[in-house]
């Protein structure tokens, strides 16, 4: 057992990870963690599995996973759960969004036992949101209202991919029923609803570093289906 696992679902982010990995080893040793990092990758072409391997031989510490089946940042999700040893699993994104510098907002709460979900919130005080381009904040504002309305969520960013979980609320909450974005309103959901203690915490949202986002309209239309079947899956649980 160690106390975090980062999981870093990816596709085609051959370019940033060796910015980011380097980034999140910084904090580790900083913070005087124990640590694991999973790349969980859905079969990138552009060589992110084997940009992941290289990195894993120079820190010893980070794990491979490349998914050959379905793709999908949910399924990449549970699949890293499934397999993560920490404390605390963090989720976070590859691309440079999620600052590693902010790690310890999210993490040391839940490992201090102050709460047992911490949230990165773009929308609390102390924020700071950098170049989001208007159709993403109209994206982001209609995802936040979607969960909060059929799901019952009180968070100001409960759409947010930046968090820190602790291992006995995704254990209670398996199985999950999230193939793709909506992983992320699943678990705050489930833990909201069975009485864990949820904190949203401020950080610094930035812009891709590279590449570019794999929000399209498909996806959108994804995540309302999602939405639906996790209320479904809610109520079935009688937590809804």
């Not at 085609?12 to 910084?26: D, S």
């Not at 201090?112 to 102390?126: I, K």
């Not at 924020?127 to 504002?141: A, D, I, Q, T």
């Not at 609320?169 to 029923?177: A, G, H, M, N, Q």
């Amino acid at each position: 057992m160690v106390d975090v696992s980062v999981i870093l679902p990816t596709y085609n982010e051959r370019e940033n990870l060796p910015r980011v990995i380097p980034k999140i080893e910084e904090v580790v040793e900083e913070e005087g963690w124990t640590a694991e990092i999973l790349v969980v990758d859905d079969n990138s072409p552009d060589g992110t599995a084997e940009v992941a391997r290289e990195l894993s031989r120079q820190y010893g510490n980070i794990k491979v996973i490349v998914r050959e089946e379905k793709p999908g940042l949910g399924l990449a999700y549970r699949r890293g759960f499934r397999e993560a040893r920490g404390e605390v699993i963090v989720c976070m994104d590859a691309d440079g969004q999620h600052p590693p510098e902010c790690l310890p907002n999210i993490v040391n709460p839940v490992l201090d036992g102050e709460c047992d979900f911490g949230l990165g919130s773009r929308y609390v005080e102390g924020s700071v949101v950098e170049n989001f381009p208007w159709y993403r904040k109209l994206n982001s504002w209609g995802a936040r209202v979607v969960a909060r309305l059929f799901l019952k969520l009180p968070y100001r960013d409960p759409t947010s991919g930046f968090r820190a979980i602790s291992r006995k609320i995704l254990t209670e909450s398996r199985p999950f029923v999230s193939e793709g974005f909506e992983i992320q309103v699943e678990t705050l959901a489930k833990a909201h609803h069975m009485g864990y203690t949820v904190q949203e915490y401020p950080f610094l949202f930035r812009p891709r570093e590279r590449g570019s986002s794999n929000v399209n309209i498909r996806q959108i239309l994804r995540y309302l289906r999602g939405v639906w079947r996790i209320r479904k899956d809610l109520k079935q649980r009688g937590l809804l």
